[in-house]
């Protein structure tokens, strides 16, 4: 069974330029979360989908960011116009519909540096 | 509000030395807890968790009991090796907000 992934893994953009992270949920999971880490930092929560609904985006930025996770295919996290301060880790994680032990399971990250 | 508050690193241990990094925690309701650890250029990988008071986690040496009455879930191993050194981080999670937050993480370097 494969884990979550992601893609890319690097991902260069000049400022204001769009960023598209891409993360698929592991096998039989419909619950995704979106992560961004800072340098130095630890996560910090943006946003939680489910299929085709947003259940909690109460950490994503009111401008610029979306995410969506359609009924197939892989969720997006959607960056418009990049500037130097979105540069950071962000990771991905899914867990299973009945999460009675609330595990997430994360990917390896896409690792974001605007130039 | 929910919050995970841990020990600020970085921690330099020399190998087979006792390991203790300190998690404390303010949370609603009835909180799972968690330890994550993150090798340099990688995701998060899930160390050990407890889903309810004095529940102890453990794996692969490391160890953390869940202190309701002192807010606690400190990370603890007997004798670290140098493939330990890595980033850890102390998490919960609310049954009901099903979401996860982090502490800012504490750097662990295990020298030989």
């Known amino acids: 069974n494969a884990g979550v992934m992601q893609n890319p893994r690097h991902l260069v953009r000049r400022r204001g330029q769009e960023a598209r992270l891409r993360c698929s949920p592991m096998?039989?999971?419909?619950?995704v979360y979106w992560y961004r880490q800072l340098p130095e930092e630890g996560l910090k929560f943006m946003v939680y989908?489910?299929?085709?609904?947003?259940?909690?985006e109460s950490g994503m930025p009111k401008e610029r960011f979306s995410a969506e996770f359609p009924k197939e295919g892989p969720s997006i996290l959607r960056i418009q116009q990049v500037v130097r301060g979105d540069s950071a880790a962000y990771f991905c994680a899914s867990s299973p519909a009945v999460a009675g032990d609330n595990e997430q399971f994360f990917g390896p990250g896409t690792r974001l540096t605007v130039l | 509000g929910n919050s995970v508050t841990q020990m600020e690193g970085p921690v330099t241990l020399s190998e087979e030395a006792f390991l203790t990094i300190n998690c404390t925690y303010t949370a609603t309701g009835y909180p799972s807890l968690f330890w994550y650890v993150q090798y340099p250029g990688e995701g998060l990988q899930l160390l050990l968790k407890a889903t309810k008071a004095d529940d102890k986690g453990s794996n692969k040496g490391f160890e953390a009991t869940y202190r309701k009455e002192t807010t606690s879930f400190h990370l603890e191993k007997g004798s670290v090796q140098v493939s330990d050194s890595a980033v850890y981080f102390c998490?919960?999670?609310?049954?009901?907000?099903?979401?996860?937050?982090f502490g800012s993480g504490t750097k662990l370097n295990v020298k030989p």
């Open positions: 096998k039989g999971h419909s619950h």
């Open positions: 998490a919960l999670s609310s049954y009901n907000f099903n979401k996860f937050y």
């Open positions: 989908l489910q299929k085709e609904n947003i259940i909690d």
